[in-house]
């Protein structure tokens, strides 16, 4: 049997226990026999993707992460994080199916109804989901985006906060359906996967969990042998690994002083 390896890229430096806690994601989906997926943090990253300035950042960091991902071995790659961030320039450096969250669960969305709401745990992640939709062109489609006015913990997660966190996003992922009219919720952010399986118990509408929706999108790219257009994503001109590698140590040693 062929077996196929897929790079999950998290989208902060983090310790193994933490990583742990991203690798939980695979438990939310049912997987295929000969499919692999491998979990790697990026050197460096913005403290937070509030800004454009960390938009930047933020694409650089994963950029340099997944940049020799086909040459290492791996089918696909995923991102784990709706802001698709690094998503683009790595189509431009692999040949190989690369998967943001972001518009994959924004799309899925619309297999299951006919307008969604992105559910948030804070505001300053709106203009990350305003690009996307603007991307797609799909702002007609989104009936919200709702945060629940919780401040974000990359690391840990929602790990011992569930008893505030998830009422809290329980009680703004209704006024998404009954206020704003969604017939499904998107998580905004794959930090929340934890929270998913309390929201889809209660709530009258699907939710999509984006992380786990990647790693299927992945399986069904290559088991159809789909890739992006290069037509859409032109390869890069030149190869800049090089430096890319000496900018990820160079991130990495100001992280760890940091």
């Known amino acids: 049997m062929t077996m196929h390896r897929v790079l999950v890229i998290v989208p902060f430096p983090m ?35 509030v800004s454009q300035h960390d938009s930047v950042l933020a694409d650089l960091g994963i950029l340099a992460a997944g940049v020799n991902a086909q040459a290492e ?39 299951l109804g006919e307008r969604f709401s992105i559910l948030a745990m804070w505001d300053k992640w709106r203009h990350l989901y305003a690009k996307t939709l603007a991307d797609l062109g799909l702002g007609d489609k ?27 996003l329980h009680r703004a992922a209704l ?31 699907p939710v999509i969990n984006p992380g786990p929706l990647t790693y299927r999108m992945a399986i069904a790219a290559l088991g159809l042998g789909h890739r992006h257009s290069r037509r859409a994503y032109p390869a890069a001109a030149t190869s800049e690994t090089a ?11 100001l992280t760890e002083r940091g």
Do not use: W
């Not at 226990?17 to 692999?36: I, T």
């Open 15 to 49: 310790s193994a226990e933490n990583l742990e806690k991203r690798r939980a994601q695979l438990r939310a989906v049912r997987l295929v026999e000969g499919v692999s997926f491998e979990f790697r943090p990026v050197a460096f990253a913005p403290s937070g993707y």
């Open 73 to 111: 071995g791996f089918d696909a790659v995923c991102i784990d994080t709706m802001s698709d961030s690094g998503m683009t320039p790595l189509r431009a450096a692999l040949d190989i199916p690369v998967i943001g969250p972001g518009r994959h669960a924004m799309l899925s969305a619309l297999m």
């Open 142 to 168: 989104c009936a919200s985006v709702r945060a629940a006015g919780l401040r974000p913990d990359n690391q840990s997660l929602l790990g011992g906060k569930e008893d505030e966190t998830f009422p809290a």
């Open 175 to 205: 006024q998404c359906v009954e206020e704003d009219g969604a017939d499904v919720i998107v998580l905004g952010s794959t930090t929340m996967h934890e929270a998913h399986g309390y929201l889809a118990e209660r709530l009258p509408v």
């Open 243 to 253: 430096r890319l590698r000496a900018l990820a140590e160079a991130g990495a040693v």
